[in-house]
């Protein structure tokens, strides 16, 4: 298992756009992939998990992936973050 700990730097935070691109580039990858936050963790896949967090520009969170390609996903979804899109 891998994981990085990842903050928010979109203005929105993780609303229905942004959330839906992380759903899009999670969905690429085979592995399972969580995003905790808290005692939080929902699946990096659902649409609706992701935007139960309601995660804000500036919070903090974890990615964590478990398959064959989870650094790949990893890596994936930090650029997606860092970017400031989602």
């Not at 929902?42 to 935007?51: D, W």
């Not at 478990?66 to 650094?71: A, F, L, Q």
Request: glycine fraction near 6%; hydrophobic fraction near 45%.
């Amino acid at each position: 298992m891998t994981s990085k700990e990842l903050t928010i730097k979109s203005e929105e935070g993780l609303q229905s756009r942004p959330a839906a691109l992380l759903v899009q580039v999670a969905s690429k990858f085979a592995s399972t992939i969580w995003i905790e936050q808290g005692s939080k963790r929902v699946n990096a896949k659902s649409i609706m998990g992701i935007l139960s967090l309601r995660l804000k520009k500036g919070d903090s969170f974890f990615v964590a992936a478990k398959g064959d390609d989870e650094e790949a996903a990893i890596e994936a979804i930090a650029r997606l973050i860092d970017t400031g899109v989602a």
